[in-house]
């Protein structure tokens, strides 16, 4: 089975702050996912990598960025913390196979991040 | 724009009775359709995906899905419904030579 780990289940973290988020996955999937999820607007992407030190922006990145050094390890990092990123951070990765196959793969999330900003 | 909708926020099923948890999509190209499922406090897991054939899919957990290209539905079906079915639904629909997906707003649904 694929795992997806992230590292925090519940953080609090105080205005201002630099936070890291970290996620790692086992399977050697090449593309990786960060989503924050809040009642009543479903999941938005923030950012995703389809390799190592690629990213691309999704819907929503401002205040976010991201890391990818190594293929098995996605940072999300919120420069300076607010309290409207205070949210439900899931990261997800899937494979990325040949051709329109790699269109296909489902996405494998973790548990999620549940941050609280104060 | 492209989009996908879940009309309901929540559907409310008795144990035992058939389930269906809807979802519509409005996109240019070809559609792959995909639901998946919450459950309190976990991450989300893949149930089933359509891509091309068969318009019925069948997934995960006795769930099932029907693809109706008229209808442009992916309507989420399970006959006989239990209490641990009781999650939150997620459709989603990726396009061709896309990697993102795009997600409907979920659909709490609670067996009793």
């Known amino acids: 089975d694929v795992k997806v780990t992230q590292s925090s289940r519940y953080l609090v973290k105080r205005t201002g702050e630099k936070v890291f988020l970290e996620c790692v996955q086992d399977?050697?999937?090449?593309?990786m996912f960060w989503y924050r999820q809040d009642p009543g607007l479903g999941l938005r992407l923030i950012y995703f990598s389809y390799d190592v030190k690629m990213k691309e922006k999704g819907d929503i990145p401002e205040g976010y960025s991201v890391s990818r050094e190594k293929k098995e390890r996605f940072s999300l990092i919120l420069e300076s913390a607010s309290t409207n990123q205070t949210s439900m951070y899931l990261c997800a990765s899937s494979l990325s196979a040949s051709g329109s196959s790699s269109y296909n793969s489902p996405l494998h999330f973790g548990n999620g991040t549940r941050l609280t900003v104060t | 724009a492209q989009s996908v909708a879940q009309p309901e926020d929540q559907v409310n099923v008795a144990e035992g009775n058939p389930l269906t948890v809807k979802c519509t999509y409005s996109v240019s190209g070809n559609p792959y359709l995909f639901w998946y499922v919450q459950y309190p406090n976990r991450g989300l897991q893949f149930l089933l995906k359509y891509i091309t054939g068969d318009n019925l899919v069948k997934g995960s957990y006795g769930f099932e899905a029907e693809f109706n290209k008229s209808q442009t539905s992916f309507h989420l079906k399970k006959p006989s419904a239990l209490v641990s079915d009781s999650a939150l639904y997620f459709c989603?629909?990726?396009?061709?030579?896309?990697?993102?997906?795009?997600w409907g707003g979920g659909t709490k649904l609670s067996i009793k």
């Open positions: 989603a629909v990726r396009l061709d030579s896309n990697y993102q997906l795009i």
């Open positions: 399977m050697d999937h090449e593309n």
